[in-house]
Structure formats: C-alpha cells, structure tokens
C-alpha cells in the first residue's frame, strides 16, 4: 500500500500522542462517557425521524423543561448517533431542522417561533394575492372536485391510429403527477396506482423535493 508523507505524519502523530497519554496515566474512558451527560439541568434528547424524506435518519430533538416536564423552549436539533441510518449525521435540510419551528431573532437575540412556519393549509383563490387558512376537509374536498372537473373536460377515450381505425386509449393529458422523497415505496406504489386509474399519463418523481 502506498502511503503518502501527509498520512505517514497523521498517522505518527496520532499515535504519538495516544501513547504520550497512556504513558501519564489517564484513562479517558470516564470522560468520553460523560460527553453525552453534559447537557444543561431538565434538558432531554428525545429521539425522532426527520420529516424531509423517506429515508427514516434519526435526529435527537432537545428542549428545555421545568420541573413538571412541561415544555419550555426547544434548543437544538441534530442527527442522533444511535440511528443507524444516519449514524449522527443529516443533510442541509436534516441540519437546518431546527429553523423548521423557531428561529433567531437579531433584533432581540432571543428565540421564536418561526412567522413563515405554515401549520395550516393555505388556498389562494385565483386572481387573488392573500393565501387564506382553510381546514383539510374544505381543502381536500376541493382537489378532489378539480381533479374530477379536469378529468372530464380532457379525458380521452379512443384516438385514431396511422390507418384510420381508432383505439380505446382512457387517458387525459391535463393532469400530471409529481412525486418527492417524502414518500416510501408503499405510498408511491399506491399514488401511481391511483393516477392510472384516472387515466394519468405523465408521471414523474424528484428525490430533493
């Protein structure tokens, strides 16, 4: 094996000072124990699975309490590193999870809740320039008639072929079907299932969103 004189020095140093330690006496067993304990007084980790995709990597979520337990402010988040998905780690929008609810206010330096943190389902009419929050039955209800509404202006039965005949084809091309990474494969499976049904030809799946 070829080493080069950047990792020969990184490796002789590395050993040099494990063994410089040995040789003192002092055992770092204790301390590196003790890592995961120095958290500030009624502060827990408490394990979850990142929202963002399907991947399922572990972050610990740790808050604040009082002396009840009951939640007092969150203070950060980060990849738990008894997950053994992520092993600790998380990508940009794993690491920036902690903006998903609060932020940093420069202003006063102090912490609140995030003003742009959507917790309800927003309609924007068309033409208007104001989203409204609307309850998931209205918004559900909704998609549902304008899907059917599309489906039956656009659906197309039959569709004449080079000569002259026609076949059955039961397909609209006014709709298109966008998948993200917040779907597992079982979801995905039944999504796609769904739009053939309808009739839905264009399909398309992006991980990143």
Request: aromatic fraction near 8%; charged fraction near 30%; proline fraction near 3%.
């Amino acid at each position: 094996m070829k080493v080069t004189r950047r990792q020969f020095f990184k490796v002789t140093g590395v050993s040099a000072a494990a063994m410089a330690v040995a040789d003192l006496g002092f055992d770092l067993k204790p301390a590196a124990a003790a890592v995961r304990t120095l958290r500030i007084k009624n502060v827990k980790g408490v394990p979850t699975v990142c929202p963002f995709c399907a991947s399922g990597c572990g972050l610990l979520v740790y808050s604040e309490r009082d002396a009840a337990g009951k939640f007092v402010k969150l203070l950060s988040v980060e990849g738990d590193p008894d997950n053994p998905i992520n092993r600790g780690c998380a990508c940009a929008k794993g690491a920036a999870m902690f903006n998903l609810r609060e932020i940093y206010d420069e202003e006063t330096g102090e912490q609140k809740i995030n003003p742009f943190r959507a917790t309800k389902p927003l309609y924007r009419a068309a033409g208007s320039d104001k989203w409204e929050e609307k309850e998931w039955d209205w918004m559900i209800t909704e998609i549902a008639k304008k899907v059917k509404e599309t489906r039956d202006s656009s659906f197309i039965h039959k569709e004449k072929i080079a000569d002259g005949s026609e076949i059955i084809v039961n397909r609209t091309e006014k709709i298109a079907s966008m998948g993200g990474s917040g779907m597992d494969s079982e979801e995905c499976y039944l999504a796609a299932k769904m739009m053939r049904a309808l009739g839905v030809v264009y399909l398309e799946t992006q991980a990143r969103i």
